[in-house]
């Protein structure tokens, strides 16, 4: 019989590893990471840098984000966590999304500056979303881990005119 200490271990590693996920765990970090830098920013961003991994984007490539319609892609992912996400969620951020909050997703790919770019850490789970809206950003990091975000920031008044544009 283990003793009261070593059981606690085990249970508090279990409430590490055994999170609730909608669908692959993949997009839905991404999806995470993106509603979680949403919400810091305060307002649906006009532009998106997500830098991620290889193992990110290998694992997401073709599969099917949950609550989409069928949608895949990073670019879908990190869409469907600013459109429709609650990040108090964590891995089941999208779960909640109705028929009108997905119908949002499309205008959103199809309105805001998206870029992808694998990541160059040494880590073969890293998400990183930066948002942008008007002089205003935010960034997340996740690393690790579905839902180890270690940084989180809002940058008010910001010296770039658009992430995708040089001066």
Do not use: W
């Not at 961003?45 to 895949?72: C, D, Y």
């Not at 990040?87 to 309105?111: C, T």
Request: charged content about 25%; glycine content about 6%.
């Amino acid at each position: 019989m283990l003793n009261e200490e070593i059981s606690k271990v085990y249970i508090d590693i279990l409430k590490e590893e055994l999170v609730p996920a909608m669908g692959c765990t993949e997009p839905v970090a991404v999806a995470f990471a993106g509603a979680l830098a949403r919400k810091t920013l305060g307002k649906q961003p006009e532009a998106v840098r997500l830098t991620v991994s290889g193992n990110i984007i290998k694992n997401v490539k073709s599969v099917i984000v949950p609550h989409t319609g069928g949608r895949r892609e990073l670019h879908t992912a990190v869409a469907a966590g600013i459109c429709c996400g609650n990040p108090d969620r964590k891995l089941e951020v999208i779960s909640e999304a109705d028929d009108e909050q997905i119908g949002l997703i499309d205008k959103f790919l199809d309105s805001a500056e998206i870029s992808v770019a694998k990541s160059d850490a040494n880590n073969s789970f890293d998400i990183q979303v930066a948002v942008y809206e008007g002089n205003n950003s935010a960034y997340v990091r996740i690393i690790g881990n579905h839902t180890n975000v270690v940084y989180i920031k809002k940058t008010m008044k910001c010296c770039l005119i658009s992430p995708f544009r040089m001066m």
